[in-house]
C-alpha cells in the first residue's frame, strides 16, 4: 500500500511539473515572437497571450506584456498614430509597476519602467515632467548598479538624452550605436531572459 502510495504522489508530481512546463514554454515562445513582431495587431496579439499565461513566474508575464505594449506603443509614435498611445502607455506601466514588489532588484524591469517613463513625457501625458524625469534617473542608476552592460540600459541612456537634449543629436545617436553593438555581445544563458530592443533602433 505504501509502495503505492508513493508511486502514485511521484506520478502526481510529474503531472503538475508538466502541466506547469507547457505554460511557460509558451511563454518562451511568446518571448521569441516579440522580435518578429511587425504590426500593432502583432503586439496586441501578444500582450493577450502574455496576459493570458499561466506561468510558474507570474512576474514574467506581466513583464512581457508591458514590453508588447511599449513596443507597440512606440511604433505608432513613429507612425504618428497617437490616438489611443497615452491610455496604452498607463496600462504598460500598470504591468511593469506590478512586477516591481516580486523583483525589486531586476534591472530589466528598472529599465523597462524608464523607457514608459520617457515614452509618456515625449506624448505630454506627464503630471509632473520633472518627477517624472527624477523617476527616470532613479531607474537608470538602480538598473547601471545591477546591469552594467545591458543594451537596453546603452538604449535608455540614448531616449534619455534624445529627450533631455534633442538639439545635441551626436550624443543621444553615439549611444544608439553603442546600443547596437551591445545587442551584438550580450548573451544570457537564461531562457527567459530579455532579448528585444533592437527594433527601437530603427527609425529612431
Known sequence: MKKTLFFFCLLMAGFWANAQAIPDKNLQQF???????????????????????????????????????????????????????????????????????????????????????????????SS????????????????????SNNPRLTLLKAKIAQQTNPADKEDSESLYQKASKDFETYKSSDSFAPNWGKQLLKNN
Not at 510558474?56 to 498611445?85: G, R, T
Not at 524625469?133 to 545591477?146: D, G, I, M, P, T
Open 128 to 147: 509632473s515632467v520633472q518627477k517624472d524625469l527624477s523617476a527616470v534617473s532613479e531607474y537608470l542608476s538602480k538598473a547601471e548598479a545591477l546591469s
Open 31 to 125: 518571448v521569441l515572437q516579440l522580435n518578429t513582431a511587425k504590426t500593432e495587431n502583432d503586439y496586441n496579439n501578444l500582450f493577450k497571450k502574455f496576459t493570458q499565461s499561466h506561468t510558474s513566474e507570474p512576474w514574467q508575464a506581466y513583464y512581457y506584456a508591458a514590453v508588447a505594449l511599449y513596443l507597440k506603443n512606440d511604433l505608432l509614435i513613429k507612425k504618428k498614430s497617437i490616438q489611443s498611445v497615452k491610455e496604452s502607455i498607463a496600462i504598460a506601466e500598470k504591468y511593469a509597476y506590478g512586477t516591481i514588489n516580486s523583483q525589486p532588484n531586476n534591472s530589466e524591469i528598472q529599465i523597462l519602467l524608464g523607457l514608459i517613463t520617457l515614452q509618456k513625457i515625449s506624448l505630454d501625458s
